[in-house]
C-alpha cells in the first residue's frame, strides 16, 4: 500500500479534476416545481427518470424528514412513481442512493448547491472505484505502474461510466462496490494483515449494494460464494477429514445483517411490507395520476378495500371502484429468451454497444487470453471476475429493457467494463513492446475517451433506435450528443457557470480532452511487457 502511496493521489487530483469539470447540475435548490418546468430537457440535471426519482426523495428527506413524496414531488418523479397500500407516492427505485447523497444535499444546501452536492457524490464513489481498481492491478495483477494507471484511465475517461460518474444514477455505486469488495476478498483469502477489516467490508459492501439496486443481491453472488469458500474449508489427510471455519468471515455477517435489517424496517414503514420492493409498487397511469384525487392520495383506501389474489392479478377496489392489475415481481423483470438481443445491444450494436461506444475494449479480449497463462498463481481471482462480467451481462441481457431507458451507452454493465479495463491493461502489457501495435491502441483510447467526453459534457438522454427513427432528427447514439455539441448545449456546471463566457464549448471539450491524450500516450509508451 505505502508503494502505491503516489499513484493513489494522483488518481484523486485527476479524478477530482475531470469530474469536477464535468459535473452535471446548475446552482440552487431546486424544488418541485423546477424539475417540471426546465430542468427536465436534455441537457440540464433532470433530464431523465432515474435523476429525478431519486432526487425527490432527498429533497423530501430534507424538507420533511419522511421518504414518502407529496404530490408535488410525486408529479416530478412521474411517470416512475407508484403508491403503496397505505397511498403514499414513491419513486421506483431502491432508496440507497436517496440516503447516501442526503448528507451531501444537506451540506450544499446552505451555499445555494444542493443539487450539485448531491450529485457529486457520484463522484466521489467513482474516485474510490478508480483506486481500488489501481491496487487490483498493483497487487493482483501486478501490473507495472503506468499499466496499472493506464486502466485507470480506460476506465475513468474512455468508457461510458464517465457520463454516470457526475450525475445520479445507482451504476457509479454498483461498480465501487463491486470493485472494492472483490479486492476486500484478496485481503482476505490471502489472510492479510486486515483479513478481519475485509471480511467486515465485504459484508457491508453486499448490503449497501443491494439498498442501491436490487439485482445487485443477484450480481454479487459469485463474489459471496468466493467468500463463503475461503470462509469455509475442507482438508483430507489419508482417511482424516479436517474442517477449518474463519470465524472473522462468519461474526462479521452482523453487518450485513444490521444495514439489511435496517433496509427491511424502510420498506415495512414506508411500502407496507420488509419484503416489499419500491420497483413492485402499484403504477399510477397518466390519466389516473390526472384526476384530482387519485387512489393514491385517499388516505386509508387500503382500509377501505378488499384485495382477492389469484395467480398474477390483483382485485384493487379503492372508493367503491374495482380494478384489476397485474401484480409485479422481481422474477418478472428477467426473461432468459431475452438474452441474444440484449448481449448485442449491450455489447455491439450502435444503439448502446461497448465496442461501438469505446473500441478501446478490444483490448480487453486478448487481455482475457493473455490473463489464463498470465494469472495463474491467482486463478481463483481471474476466474471469479470472468463470473462476476458473465453474472452480470446474464441479469441485464436477460431484463426487459437492456438499453436502460434512454441512456448513454451501456449503463447497466459499468461493474463489468471496470473488470474489462483490468484486462484493458493485461492486453496492453502483451503487445507492450510493439510500437506500431502501441500506435493503434493510442488511437482506440483516443476515439473511446472523445466518445466519453461528449457524452458527460452533453447529455444522457439518448433514446433507443426504435424511439430515435421516430423523432425528427432520427438519431440513437452519441450522433444525438453531437448535435447538441455543436449546438453549444452543455450539462457542466463548470462549464455554464465559470467558463462559458470564456471558451466555446469547442474549446472547453479541447482543455479537457488534449491533457487527457497526452497522459494516455505518456502511460502506454512507459508500458513495458511483464517477465515472470
Known amino acids: ?176 462496490f463491486l470493485v472494492s469488495g472483490f479486492y476486500a476478498l484478496w485481503l482476505y483469502r490471502e489472510r492479510k494483515r486486515y483479513a478481519t477489516f475485509a471480511a467486515a467490508g465485504i459484508w457491508l459492501v453486499y448490503a449497501l449494494a443491494i439498498f442501491v439496486d436490487y439485482p445487485n443481491a443477484a450480481l454479487f453472488l459469485p463474489l459471496m460464494v468466493f467468500f463463503a469458500i475461503a470462509t469455509f474449508s475442507f482438508q483430507a489427510r489419508g482417511e482424516d477429514v479436517s474442517f477449518t471455519v474463519r470465524w472473522a468471515g462468519i461474526l462479521t455477517a452482523i453487518i450485513f445483517i444490521g444495514v439489511t435489517g435496517l433496509h427491511f424496517a424502510h420498506n415495512a414503514h414506508y411500502y407496507g411490507g420488509w419484503s416489499k420492493l419500491a420497483g413492485t409498487l402499484t403504477d399510477l397511469d397518466e390519466a389516473t395520476f390526472a384526476t ?102 446474464l441479469i441485464y441481457s436477460s431484463w426487459g429493457d437492456p438499453w436502460g431507458g434512454w441512456a448513454f451507452g451501456p449503463r447497466y454493465i459499468i461493474p463489468s467494463i471496470a473488470f474489462l479495463s483490468l484486462f484493458v491493461g493485461l492486453g496492453l502489457e502483451w503487445v507492450a513492446d510493439n510500437l506500431l501495435v502501441k500506435v493503434g491502441i493510442f488511437a482506440l483510447f483516443l476515439y473511446s475517451t472523445a466518445i466519453s467526453l461528449l457524452g458527460a459534457l452533453t447529455t444522457n438522454a439518448i433514446p433507443p433506435k426504435s424511439e430515435g427513427l421516430l423523432l425528427p432528427a432520427k438519431e440513437y447514439n452519441f450522433l444525438l450528443n453531437y448535435d447538441f455539441f455543436l449546438n453549444g448545449k452543455s450539462s457542466s456546471f463548470s462549464f455554464n457557470t465559470y467558463f462559458s463566457h470564456i471558451f466555446s464549448l469547442m474549446d472547453y471539450f479541447l482543455l479537457i480532452l488534449t491533457p487527457i491524450a497526452i497522459l494516455g500516450m505518456v502511460l502506454l509508451f512507459l508500458s513495458r511487457p511483464h517477465h515472470e
Open 292 to 393: 384530482s384525487t387519485p387512489p393514491a392520495l385517499v388516505r386509508g383506501a387500503a382500509n377501505r378495500s378488499t384485495t382477492a389474489v389469484t395467480g398474477k392479478d390483483k382485485m384493487i377496489a379503492v372508493e367503491g371502484a374495482t380494478t384489476t392489475v397485474e401484480e409485479k415481481t422481481v422474477a418478472g423483470f428477467f426473461h432468459e429468451e431475452n438474452i441474444p438481443n440484449g448481449l448485442y445491444v449491450l455489447l455491439v450494436s450502435d444503439e448502446r454497444g461497448l465496442l461501438f461506444f469505446s473500441p478501446i475494449f478490444i483490448l480487453a479480449l486478448f487481455g482475457i487470453v493473455r490473463g489464463m497463462t498470465r494469472l495463474r498463481t491467482e486463478r481463483a481471482m481471474y476466474l471469479l471476475i470472468l463470473l462476476l462480467i458473465g453474472t452480470n451481462l
Open 1 to 176: 500500500m505505502k508503494k502505491d502511496i503516489i499513484g493513489i493521489i494522483c488518481i484523486i487530483l485527476f479524478g477530482a479534476l475531470i469530474y469536477g469539470l464535468t459535473l452535471r447540475g446548475a446552482p440552487g435548490n431546486p424544488v418541485a416545481s423546477d424539475l417540471q418546468n426546465g430542468l427536465t430537457q436534455p441537457t440540464k440535471a433532470f433530464e431523465l427518470s432515474p435523476e429525478r426519482g431519486r432526487f425527490v426523495h432527498i429533497a423530501s428527506l430534507a424538507e420533511t424528514g419522511s421518504y414518502a413524496l407529496d404530490r408535488a414531488w410525486a408529479e416530478a418523479a412521474f411517470p416512475d412513481v407508484g403508491y403503496s397500500p397505505d397511498g403514499r407516492f414513491y419513486s421506483f427505485f431502491a432508496p440507497g442512493v436517496a440516503y447516501i447523497a442526503l448528507p451531501f444535499y444537506l451540506l450544499g444546501s446552505n451555499f445555494g448547491l444542493g443539487q450539485v452536492s448531491a450529485f457529486s457524490v457520484e463522484s466521489l464513489v467513482s474516485i474510490v472505484t478508480l483506486i481500488f481498481l489501481y491496487l487490483i492491478g498493483r497487487n493482483i495483477f501486478r501490473f507495472s505502474p503506468p499499466i496499472a494507471l493506464f486502466s485507470v484511465l480506460t476506465f475513468a475517461v474512455a468508457s461510458t461510466s464517465w457520463s454516470y460518474a457526475v450525475t445520479l444514477y445507482q451504476n457509479a455505486f454498483t461498480a465501487c
